[in-house]
């Protein structure tokens, strides 16, 4: 038996994210719905909202805020995500990357299983 899923993906509009303006893009996949902030310049996702539980168990709005984009091998990807859940720092959530490493080697070592004792 085959499943299907549909994608729906509109456009909202322009709003505010911090000192900038975004176009707002709704997407609703597999029963989920998402705002995606997109930079209107670039086409870089410059935010991400949807409606979800928070850090108490309450349902409310949680947005992502992606930053300090950077090239790593021909992709501009974004080292920082500050998160918010109804307009209020949701540390837990938030992080900052050092390093992108893509197609990097992995020591087969590391899949190794555990030698007994």
């Keep these: 038996m085959k499943s299907s899923v549909s994608l729906t993906a509109a456009a909202i509009g322009a709003a505010k994210i911090g000192e900038g303006s975004v176009e707002q893009v709704r997407i609703e996949f597999g029963g989920a719905s998402f ?4 930079d209107p310049a670039t086409g870089r996702i410059l935010s991400l909202s949807q409606r979800r539980r928070g850090p108490a168990g309450a349902f409310g709005q949680f947005v992502q805020t992606f930053s ?42 590391l899949f190794e299983r555990p030698k007994s004792k």
């Design 68 to 109: 300090d984009y950077r090239d790593v091998n021909g992709l501009t990807l974004p080292f920082k995500v500050t998160a918010m859940f109804d307009g209020q720092p949701w540390g837990k959530q938030s992080l900052a990357v050092e390093e992108i490493t893509i197609n990097a080697v992995v020591d087969p070592a």
């Design 35 to 38: 705002v995606l902030g997109l």
